[in-house]
């Protein structure tokens, strides 16, 4: 079918070869589109845990050189708490592992996610061929 070209009053409408989408595929495209959202949520949200790692870690480095004795305080929610040496480190390396865990949950979610999103985009692909276009402009 050709192009068809309407002009009225400065505005071109232009009638390209129409392609029938089903409820079905409808529904994938709505899928697609709701799985690339939630996989830039996780970006930024596994963003913000690797950069709380790394402060933590800093702080288990940088205590290491105070006195064992010495109180040092540690945010607890909005609160500083003190707490010796021994105590602040137990205290960060359990906060280091609980991050370390919330990442790999993190990275589990965006990794199903993504095989979702590829069932989903080969299929589309396959059905509207460069009728659509499902690749993040990033």
Request: proline content about 1%; charged content about 35%; some cysteine.
């Amino acid at each position: 079918m050709a192009a068809k070209v309407a002009s009225t009053a400065n505005k071109v409408f232009q009638n390209h070869d129409d392609v029938h989408i089903s409820f079905e595929d409808q529904q994938r495209i709505n899928r697609f589109a709701k799985h690339n959202a939630r996989m830039d949520d996780l970006k930024v949200e596994l963003d913000v845990k690797k950069n709380e790692l790394k402060c933590v870690e800093e702080a288990l480095d940088e205590i290491e050189l105070f006195d064992e004795d010495e109180d040092i305080p540690f945010l607890v929610g909005e609160v500083f708490l003190s707490h010796k040496l021994g105590k602040t480190q137990e205290l960060l390396a359990e906060t280091k592992d609980m991050v370390i865990k919330e990442i790999a949950n993190i990275e589990a979610k965006a990794k199903a996610i993504k095989v979702e999103m590829d069932d989903l985009k080969a299929h589309l692909y396959q059905r509207f061929g460069s009728n659509i276009s499902l690749e993040n402009d990033d």
